[in-house]
């Protein structure tokens, strides 16, 4: 099946420099979720992709589609074709015209409608096959809506056949108040598409060629009309402004909330959180609200997130608590540890089970070992952290020289005193014990006390006192 999606519109109501398509919902451009519908409609083993008809901010969208595809190859069978001048809808089809396989039925979708249903499509297509006898029908997808203000509307026959589509600023008083509405996506016979698309004309209050127009072409031919509707309204909704953007979105978020708590995921609240790619979850897990997932996230059973906090691409062990605000970044958490709150794990971080990393406390591109903690505002970063190691408040792994990083590593049953500087590259070796304050430049040997500190002294002196400013008195003549 060929897959044609229109995106060519500029989105003037976004108010943006960026093209509409490019516009993020649950953190990915609106484009790429109808793309990876696509994708997985037209399956593993098809040798040309969909095609992007690209217009309005046409470079953007290239370079979209290029970044994307390095990160996922299935985007490499993508392709794009240029609407210079946007015509309408008709017209942007045409563009895309000699791509096509004229054997093949092609499925129009639109770059701005981005949650129609794999499930639905599928439907729609197999409206679109030929029967027994029949040559392939024209598949379009419909929706009774309570207000189609806005929408086109279906057009039918007296017996129920579709005989046409009339866009609402050519509809009559009486079509606008059909209540079926176009949603614009359809499969199409490819072979007789070519006739029709060739065979448009912009006489219409917009001056534009619409793709709609073909029905009623259709209806003349004899090729069979079929309809189908969406399970949900949100499927076939459009994005042209912010606003809808943004209901879009919570809407998105509902349903994935939902899900989440259909496989036994408590939320404080299904209205407040928000996934921004994909959040695999065990049993009893329990998410606060304001809680931000990006990438791929995965919480296994007993994890208990705190309020706002944001997870992006981490693995999260079983019966972890996470502390309100903590920011959690490509990291690993083994079991029954506890983070925060206010934590921060960089990229790297890959605690084993039973570790505490507490308020203030970051750790970056470091392994830290079973039951160690670092409790208070200490920063660990490039480091190989043994097992029961205590790192006391105020302690930092002085990493980077300027130009290069360097390593540090703490052996098993260290004990480090508060506010100790470790300069890398260092070891402290096993049962060593760093005293407060310690500044620590060479290896530490195991199992004895460590200390650099200069000697206490107490002197007698003046505390300064704070000078007062004198006012000028001032003679008033009489």
Known sequence: MNIVILAAGQGKRMKSALPKVLQTLAGKPLLQHVLNTALGLQGKNTKTGPIVVVGHGAADVKQFLQITGEQDPRFNKVSTVLQAEQKGTGH????ALPQLDLKEPTLVLYGDVPLTSKKTLSALARLADGVRGQDSALALLTQHLSNPTGYGRI??????????????KDATLEQKRIQEINTGIMVLPTN????????????????????TDVI???????????????DAEYEIVGVNSRDQLAALERVHQLNQANVLMDAGVSLSDPARIDIRGTLECGSDVFIDVGCVFEGCVTLAAGTKVGPYCIIRNSVIGKGVTIHPYSHIDDAKIGANSLIGPYARLRPGADLANDVHIGNFVEVKNSK???????????????????????IGAGTIT???????????????DVFIGSDTQL???????????????TTLTKDAP???????????????????????ATQKSVKVKK
């Open 92 to 95: 942007a089809l045409l563009q």
């Open 423 to 437: 300069v890398a590259p260092v070891r402290v070796g096993r049962g060593a014990t760093l005293g407060a304050g």
């Open 192 to 211: 007789s598409l070519k006739k029709w698309l060739k065979a448009l004309r912009a006489s219409n209050a917009q001056g534009e060629y619409y793709l």
């Open 446 to 468: 195991p199992n004895q006390l460590t200390v650099s500190r200069a000697k206490q002294i107490s002197l007698q002196w003046q505390r300064p006192v704070k000078k007062v």
């Open 398 to 412: 002085c990493n980077y020289d300027g130009v290069n990083k360097h390593q540090t590593i703490i052996e098993d």
């Open 216 to 230: 009623a072409m259709a209806v003349k031919d004899g090729v069979p009309i079929r309809t189908s509707q969406a």
């Open 155 to 168: 057009v039918r026959d007296t017996d129920g056949s579709v005989k046409a589509i009339i866009e609402e």
């Open 368 to 390: 830290i070992a079973a039951n160690s903690k670092a409790n208070h505002l200490a920063y660990v970063g490039d480091s190989i952290v043994g097992a029961r190691v205590n």
